[in-house]
Structure formats: C-alpha cells, structure tokens
Nanobody, 127 residues
Framework: QVQLVESGGGLVQTGGSLRLSCAAS????????MGWFRQAPGKEREFVAV????????YYTDSVKGRFTISRDNAKNTVYLQMNSLKPEDTAVYYC????????????????????WGQGTQVTVSS
C-alpha cells in the first residue's frame, strides 16, 4: 500500500492561493489515479478533484471548477492541487488518496474507490 503525505496547507485570505502537494512512497504511484478530498468541520468528506494515472483525464466537483487545478509529476511521485481564488467555504482538511485500482482508464470520485489516504493538511480561508 502506498504511503501518502500532504503538505502546503495554511491560512490565507479570501481570493488568495495555495498549492497542496501529496508525496507518495513506492514504485506504483505512477500506475494509480489520484484524488483530493476535503472535510469541513461538522460536514461529510467530499470529493474535490481527481486525475487518472496517466494524467489524461481530470475531473472536479462543480464548486471548484475554474479555480482549482490537479496535476501530477510521476517522476517525483507527487500530485498537486493548485487552489486559486479561495473562498471561506473552501476551509477544510484536505486529503489526497490513491485509486485502489491500477491503470483505471476513467476517473472515480467515490471515497470507497480509493485505497490509501494521507493524514490531511488544514486549509483555512479567512474572510
């Protein structure tokens, strides 16, 4: 199972930007799609973005389309989430996760499709 470690969270004002990183261990990172999820206090965990194993397809939840960009660098075993035009409602703990199925040709968005999770990084957007 791959080990995932997120970084890059912090406190930012409304309209600001942050870039989250998720570093993965192991040699199979490049074979798996990667996703970002978030969980705000008192709310359910929700899907944010996903990228397929070959970076051919990306998909976003509607609330972040046009503001967030997911990307990956398979040579560095790292997936990124660039977050621009941040809003207070983006405040949450952000988690990266690895698709449990290798070489899946389509993006998946359900948490149950992801087998490995990081510990999370806090993002706080002040108004």
């Amino acid at each position: 199972q791959v080990q995932l470690v997120e970084s890059g969270g912090g406190l930012v004002q409304t309209g600001g930007s942050l870039r989250l990183s998720c570093a993965a261990s192991g040699r199979t990172f490049r074979l798996h799609g990667m996703g970002w999820f978030r969980q705000a206090p008192g709310k359910e965990r929700e899907f944010v973005a996903v990228i397929t194993w070959n970076a051919g397809i990306t998909y976003y939840t509607d609330s972040v389309k046009g503001r967030f960009t997911i990307s990956r660098d398979n040579a560095k075993n790292t997936v990124y989430l660039q977050m621009n035009s941040l809003k207070p409602e983006d405040t949450a703990v952000y988690y990266c996760a690895s698709d449990s199925v290798a070489l899946r040709g389509r993006p998946v968005t359900a948490g149950s499709d992801f087998g490995s999770w990081g510990q999370g990084t806090q993002v706080t957007v002040s108004s």
